[in-house]
């Protein structure tokens, strides 16, 4: 989730090289090429209002900054940078930017910069971009047409011929069923404080450091709080003793990223190793007879969203995180699959007789991962490999499961990217029984359509919503019912139940009750799960308000939210059916 990171993204718009997408500095234009953000924090009412320009005090607006401004400001730092100057110099010249254009406080921007030095280095001396290009990419082409990350490029597919398209049919009854436990986003904060100020004034608030809340101020609650606020520990440590009491209702786990909390600007190494290790006692500890088969999500890394290629080997590499993640998913994965991951945060292994995973690492796709800036043609090969994979299924007769941590169709993801993986999906929809992602913390769906007529659906992706509360939600978590192991499984999603946390009443309480939210099929009044239901609801909730906004309520979780109504109902429903980015024909019909 993007969250508090827009802050490290936003300072360095205006202070550094910056960013492949201007995604995490003002709003971006939708799939229906709509200038608004699609995700948690913007579609919460109280920042729908004109007057904001921020997202929890993170500035998202930087118009008012112009090209010469950022051209200078650019500029100055390639000068620096080519001259050779000292580490030294350099913060001290994006300090004073920072603290000049008010972008944070001087606490914020002190630590930051500090923060990504090293990365802004690393890819600007890497980097061939004219300030004027650099600008272009931040502020629009109105400021220089520059090299555009998501200009397209294509993988190649084989000459097997597609085969037609099978008919979806429903298991008998009676069927074995394969049950999925679906977590995602648990952003644990260590930092986390009972009783500290939940209106902080920075990114990330009830914190250590942040004082405590006077009286009548909202005050950090002791299970959570339900605004800009990650979790405490106690909290997911309360999830995973619930998880070993109902362990009997679930037979795998599906975890699609994201470990440490938000406080990006604050971040090193070892915090990030520790909240890995913090995850992997936590699951043998409570689910030590489950296996956990992970993704890896855009806060692993420190930065954020930091995940350099292969050909970047020298002290930038990111093998400090695959070789120590490697060591992790071991207790879960075989052998076989330890290449892939330390080269580049994938695999792919057998669940069962023609049943095969595919975990996927989103971050080559991410627009905030700065080193694609260097070169985003299918980073670590990874599509490639994921094409061949999904051959050798196909000739296998093996039916697939892929799961990753960002959502294709978001803004997040590059384009061209984005536009492959829907083009792969398409090809092997015979082959791809189901995918399960996360990021965006809330819950809701994507669905994928023929790549010809883009009318007749193939394939669904789930987002489940997350753990963490961050931003305005209750912390959740999900069961699939899947068909199961037997001969000709179809392995698909047949139905799925939501749990959730009312940390209003919890708080009160001080009992932490995990109960049921909603089941799919009962609540949507689906007949089955298959994309052409997923699709047919977007059609039934754009035309019946009331179904709308029951599904807008458990997309936060049940976290208290007025109605979501006129453009605000339109951009979500675009969302459902963009499961490809930066394309707005997909919603003309919306």
């Known amino acids: 989730m993007e ?71 650019v500029d100055g730092l390639k000068d620096l940078v080519e001259k050779q100057s000292s580490q030294e110099d350099i913060v001290e010249f ?112 009830c914190r250590q450091g942040d004082r405590k809340a006077a009286p009548g101020e909202p005050a950090a609650g002791v299970w959570g709080t339900v605004d800009s606020c990650d979790v405490p520990f106690s909290l997911v440590d309360s999830l995973f003793q619930h998880l070993n009491l109902i362990q009997d209702q679930f037979d795998v786990v599906y975890f699609t990223g994201d470990l440490p909390a938000h406080n990006v600007w604050n971040q090193s190494r070892d915090n990030q190793l520790k909240a890995l290790q913090q995850f992997t006692d936590l699951s ?21 969203n930091s995940f350099p290629p292969p050909y970047i080997n020298d002290k930038d590499a990111i093998t400090w995180l695959y070789d120590a993640v490697a060591d992790s998913w071991k207790n879960w994965l075989p052998q076989d699959t330890m290449s892939t991951i330390k080269r580049g945060g994938y695999y792919t292994v057998k669940l069962g007789d023609k049943f095969r ?48 941590h960002i959502h294709p169709g978001g803004g997040s993801c590059l384009k061209a990217w984005s536009w492959n993986y829907y083009r792969i999906v398409n090809r092997y929809e015979n082959v791809i029984a189901g995918q399960y992602f996360g990021h965006s913390h809330t819950d809701w769906y994507e669905v994928f359509y023929d790549d010809v007529t883009f009318k007749r659906p193939t394939s669904v992706l789930y987002i489940p919503g997350s753990v963490t509360t961050f931003a305005d939600l209750n912390p959740g978590f999900r ?56 699709s047919e609801l977007i059609y039934r909730m754009k035309a019946n308000d009331t179904l709308f906004q029951t599904f807008y309520r458990h997309y936060y979780k049940m976290a208290p939210t007025p109605s979501c109504t006129g453009q605000c109902k339109t951009d979500l429903l675009c969302d459902l059916k963009s499961g490809r980015s930066h394309d707005p024909a997909l919603c003309t019909d919306i």
């Open 3 to 73: 969250g508090p990171l827009v802050l490290a993204l936003s300072l360095l718009a205006v202070i550094l090289l910056a960013s492949s997408s201007p995604l995490f500095f003002y709003p971006h234009q939708d799939n229906k090429g709509t200038t608004q953000r699609h995700d948690v924090i913007t579609r919460h009412p109280k920042f729908r209002s004109s007057k904001y320009k921020t997202e929890c005090g993170i500035l998202t607006d930087l118009s008012f900054i112009g090209c010469e401004v950022c051209t200078l400001v």
């Open 94 to 205: 994006m300090t004073f930017v920072c603290k000049k254009f008010k972008i944070e406080d001087d606490r914020v921007c002190e630590a930051i910069v500090k923060e990504y030095k090293d990365e802004f280095i690393g890819v600007a001396l890497r980097l061939v971009l004219t300030p004027a290009e650099v600008c272009g990419i931040l502020l629009g082409k109105i400021c220089g047409t520059p090299y555009d990350p998501n200009d397209l490029w294509n993988v190649s597919l084989p000459d097997t011929p597609k085969p037609a398209p099978k008919p979806r049919v429903l298991p008998k009854p009676g069927s074995p069923k394969l049950r999925i436990l679906h977590l995602s986003d648990l952003h644990i904060d260590p930092a986390y404080e009972i009783g500290s100020k939940v209106k902080c004034g920075e990114p990330l608030c």
């Open 284 to 304: 043998l500890k409570y689910l030590s007879n489950k296996t956990i088969y992970s993704s890896l999500g855009n806060h692993e890394s420190a930065p954020v």
């Open 357 to 404: 995973l595919i975990s996927l690492n989103m971050n080559y796709c991410n627009n905030g991962n700065w080193w694609l800036l260097i070169n985003t043609t299918d980073p670590t090969g990874q599509l490639q490999w994921l094409v061949a994979t999904l051959q050798q299924a196909e000739d296998q007769q093996e039916m697939v499961h892929i799961i990753g």
């Open 479 to 534: 069961i699939y019912d899947n068909d199961g192991i037997y001969k000709g499984s179809s392995w698909t999603t047949l139905d799925f139940t939501n749990y959730y946390l009312n940390l209003t009443e919890v708080n009160l309480t001080n009992k932490p009750l995990w109960q049921k939210e909603y089941n799919a099929k009962e609540t949507y009044g689906l007949k089955s799960l298959f994309p052409e239901d997923w």
